[in-house]
C-alpha cells in the first residue's frame, strides 16, 4: 500500500506489465480474492492460509527464494484488499513455518493489520452515505473521484455555487444520523443495464465486469424517510452503518470549479473530536477574556492591545486536524473580536506612531556624538511599527532599539549599515546575545536579510540586562 502522509493513495505501478505477461504465459491464474469481503463481526475479515503459486525476484520468476531477501509472491487465494476504486489496499503479514527458503507451492497465514483495513472499510462506507445526502441536499451534484484511506476520506465533485455553512452543518448531521440508523450495507451483482446512477469516475470499474457489476446498497427502499443508495463499488466496507462510529468534516475547499470534502471515521473521528473540545475550550476562554476587557468600563488600551495580537495568532494558528464546522463558529468569533479590537485600538496605534517620530528627533540629538545606538523606546502603540520607524531612521549608524508591545511582550530590532559588518560585528552577531537574554529567537526581516534582526520576546523584565549587554557588545567589536 502506498499511502502519503494524510493517508492518500499515491497511484504507481508495483508489479512490471513484463512479468505479468510472463505469468499469464505460464498460465498462473489470477488470485482469488473474494475472502477480502468476509467481514464476519467487528474485528474484521476472516484469516486465510494460501499457497504460493509464484515467487518474483528482480522482475524474474524464480522457483524460489533465500531468507532475508525481498520478492514479490503470487498466491492462489487472499484476504488483502488489494489498491483499487479509490480505496487503499491492505497491510499484513504473510507467515511460513520453513524458515530458510520461500519457494513456490509453500502454505503462508495471512495476518491482516486489522485497523487499517476495517479504518478503510468504515471510511469508505461513510463515503457513499456521504454522496447520497450531497445528492439530496445539493440542487445540483456531479462526483469527480475520491479517495479512501485508513485515516479519512476525500470526495471531489462539482455543484453549483457555494455550500454554505448551514449546509454543511446539515450535510454531517444528515450522514451522522443515517450512521446511527444501523442501516444494512450489502454487495451484491446487478445487471449492468438496470443501474440507474453512473458515475463517470466509476466508468473504469464497469469496464472491468462486462454485464454484472459489483453494487453497494446501504439501506432499503421501504424504509420510508431513509436512506437509499446504492451505488457501483469493489471497495471493502462494514455490515451496518453504525460501524461507522462517528463522522467528521475536516475541511471543505474549492479548488477551480471542484469542491472537496475531507472527513473522518470510527477511532480518526475520535482522536479530531478531542482535538476539537481542547480547542473549544481554549477558544471560548480566550473570546470570554477578550470580551470582558472590551466590555470594561474604563477600557486599558494596552491591555487591548495584547488581546488583538492574541486574537490574530489564534486565527492563523491551530495545530491539530478540528471539526471543520466548530473551526469554523470560532473563525467567525474571532474575526468580529478582531474588528471591535482593531477599532478601540485604533487611535491609539496612530498617537503611538505620532510619538515616535517626535521621540526619534530627540534620539538622533542625544547619539550625535557616538557611533552607535542602543535605546529603548518610550512610544507606545503599536510595537512593531513603532521600532520599524526608528530603525528606518536611524542615519548610517549600527542602531539598536527595544520598545514595549502591549504589558506582555517587548520587541528589540537592531541594523547594521553594510560599512560596519565584519567578521567579528553584524546585525545577527550584534542581536544573538540580545536575543538569549530575553529568551527569544532572533529572525531576519525579508527586506534585508543581512543587515536586519529582530527578537520578539515575553521577558519583558529582561529589558535592562539586555540593554546593558547590547552595548557592551558593541563596544568590545570596536
Ligand atoms: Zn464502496
Known amino acids: 500500500m502506498n499511502l ?3 493517508g ?14 510472463d505469468l499469464q504465459m505460464k498460465n498462473v491464474l489470477p488470485t ?42 503470487v498466491l492462489d487465494k487472499t484476504n488483502f484488499y488489494a489498491e483499487g476504486d479509490d480505496q487503499a489496499g491492505d497491510e499484513g503479514i504473510l507467515s511460513c513455518k ?32 456521504l454522496s447520497a445526502v450531497l445528492k439530496n441536499n445539493l440542487s445540483y451534484f456531479f462526483p469527480l473521484s475520491a479517495n479512501v484511506g485508513p485515516k479519512e476520506l476525500s470526495l471531489n465533485f462539482t455543484t453549483k455555487g457555494n455550500i454554505t455553512d448551514g449546509q454543511l452543518k446539515i450535510i454531517e448531521k444528515n450522514v451522522q444520523d443515517y450512521i446511527n440508523a444501523k442501516l444494512d450495507v450489502t454487495q451484491y451483482q446487478m445487471p449492468l443495464e438496470t443501474l440507474k446512477d453512473m458515475p463517470p469516475c466509476k466508468t473504469a470499474l464497469i469496464k472491468e465486469f462486462a454485464h454484472l457489476v459489483p453494487v453497494v446498497e446501504i439501506g432499503k ?19 451496518s452503518t453504525e460501524e461507522v462510529g462517528s463522522f467528521i468534516i475536516i475541511s471543505q475547499n474549492t479548488k477551480d470549479k471542484e469542491k472537496v470534502i475531507r472527513a473522518v ?50 486565527k492563523v494558528y491551530h495545530e491539530t486536524e478540528l471539526p471543520l464546522m466548530l473551526f469554523r463558529e470560532h473563525q467567525e468569533k474571532l474575526s468580529e473580536l478582531r474588528e471591535k479590537l482593531a477599532k478601540a485600538t485604533n487611535s491609539f496605534v496612530q498617537n503611538g506612531f505620532k510619538e515616535v517620530k517626535q521621540e526619534m528627533t530627540d534620539v538622533l540629538k542625544k547619539f550625535s556624538k557616538e557611533n552607535f545606538i542602543v535605546h529603548h523606546l518610550s512610544s507606545v502603540g503599536d510595537g512593531r511599527r513603532i521600532i520599524n520607524y526608528a530603525i528606518d531612521h536611524s542615519g548610517e549608524k549600527p542602531a539598536l532599539y527595544f520598545v514595549k508591545d502591549g504589558y506582555k ?44 534582526y529582530s527578537v520578539v520576546s515575553k521577558r519583558t523584565h529582561k529589558v535592562e540586562q539586555a540593554i546593558d549587554i547590547a552595548k557592551r557588545i558593541y563596544r568590545i567589536s570596536f
Not at 473521528?269 to 468600563?297: F, S
Open 221 to 239: 427502499s421501504n424504509e420510508q424517510g431513509l436512506l437509499k443508495s446504492v451505488e457501483p463499488c469493489c471497495g471493502t466496507h462494514v455490515k
Open 98 to 129: 520453513k524458515k530458510e527458503m520461500l519457494q513456490v507451492a509453500i502454505l503462508l497465514t495471512y495476518q491482516l493489520m486489522k485497523s487499517i483495513g476495517l479504518a478503510c472499510s468504515r471510511n469508505h462506507t461513510a463515503l457513499h452515505i
Open 409 to 452: 511582550s517587548i520587541i528589540c530590532s537592531c541594523s547594521v549599515p553594510k560599512s560596519f559588518v565584519d567578521s567579528s560585528f553584524s546585525a545577527l552577531l550584534w542581536i544573538n546575545p540580545v536575543a538569549s537574554v530575553l529568551e527569544g529567537r532572533a529572525r531576519t526581516s525579508n527586506k534585508d536579510q543581512e543587515l536586519y
Open 265 to 314: 471515521t470510527g477511532k480518526q473521528a475520535l482522536i479530531v473530536g478531542k482535538d476539537g473540545q481542547n480547542y473549544d475550550r481554549q477558544l471560548t476562554e480566550l473570546e470570554k477574556y477578550v470580551t470582558a476587557c472590551l466590555e470594561k468600563p474604563q477600557v486599558d488600551v494596552l491591555e487591548l492591545w495584547d488581546c488583538l495580537k492574541e486574537i490574530k495568532e489564534a
Open 4 to 6: 502519503d502522509d494524510s
Open 8 to 21: 492518500n493513495i499515491i497511484k504507481i505501478h508495483k508489479i512490471d506489465p513484463k512479468v505479468i505477461q
Open 32 to 73: 482469488n480474492d473474494v475472502f477480502k469481503y468476509d467481514y464476519y463481526n467487528k474485528a474484521g475479515v476472516k484469516q486465510i492460509s494460501a499457497k504460493v503459486i509464484a515467487v518474483i525476484r528482480d522482475g524474474q520468476i524464480v522457483d524460489s527464494v533465500e531468507r532475508g531477501l525481498n520478492c514479490q509472491l
